[in-house]
């Protein structure tokens, strides 16, 4: 079945340290994106990439990293200068284009330990 | 003012009656509209995705489009428990970004 993946589906991180979230896709999709989502604020937009090789930054991208090497794979660095980390974070694709729906993974949901 | 409000409720309904969503925005630029659909600890699902002003239906679900007030509505007709989910608006308007609500949480009552 097409669709997008994400995992792990639950990841725990110690202080100071990077964990990396994964988002594959087999929709063919050009367009990748990750969010992050907390209690009451809705979604975020952290980067997006509409080409491979190619990222923007989102509204929220300090603390966070991203690469784009693969149309398929669009994986999410958290990193340790990211103070609040804890929360849902979702991965989406669409096919391109400015107007087009995403469509989303089940999400990652990340935790300090 | 932010550019999508939503009401987050929750909206708690009966069984079998009619639920009632909106949302409005601000930004005269968008022109496409979507709705999401929500369970717990899951992604969004998209429900409906519309262009133009009026309405769209599919199933139990209907869109409507009013670009003059700047206002979206999602009506959900015979509700089932099964429809108990949070409900997103979102839209666009070719900065190849969407806009998103809230979000609204449904409960449906047995």
């Known amino acids: 079945d097409g669709g997008i993946t994400q995992s792990p589906k639950y990841l725990f991180r110690k202080e100071g340290q990077n964990v990396t979230l994964s988002c594959e896709q087999n929709?063919?999709?050009?367009?990748m994106y990750w969010y992050r989502q907390d209690p009451g604020q809705g979604l975020r937009l952290i980067y997006y990439s509409h080409i491979v090789n190619d990222f923007q930054k989102g509204d929220i991208a300090e603390g966070y990293s991203v690469s784009r090497e693969k149309k398929e794979s669009f994986p999410l660095t958290v990193t340790s200068a990211q103070k609040n980390p804890t929360a849902f974070y979702l991965c989406?694709?669409?096919?391109?284009?400015?107007?087009?729906?995403?469509?989303f993974g089940d999400g990652t949901r990340l935790s300090i330990l | 003012q932010k550019e999508v409000e939503q009401d987050p409720g929750p909206l708690s309904v009966p069984e079998g009656a009619i639920v009632s969503l909106n949302c409005t925005y601000s930004?005269?630029?968008?022109?496409?509209f979507m709705w999401y659909r929500q369970y717990s600890r899951k992604g969004p699902e998209l429900l409906m995705y519309?262009?133009?002003?009026g309405n769209k239906e599919d199933g139990r679900f209907t869109a409507q489009v009013d670009k003059s007030s700047k206002y979206i509505s999602l009506f959900i007709r015979d509700s089932q428990p099964s429809d108990s989910a949070t409900y997103l608006c979102?839209?666009?308007?070719?900065?190849?970004?969407?806009?998103f609500g809230k979000g609204n949480q449904v409960v449906v009552i047995p």
């Open positions: 929709l063919n999709h050009d367009a």
């Open positions: 979102a839209m666009s308007g070719g900065n190849n970004r969407l806009a």
């Open positions: 989406a694709s669409s096919i391109g284009g400015s107007n087009q729906p995403q469509h």
């Open positions: 519309t262009y133009s002003s």
């Open positions: 930004n005269s630029a968008f022109q496409y």
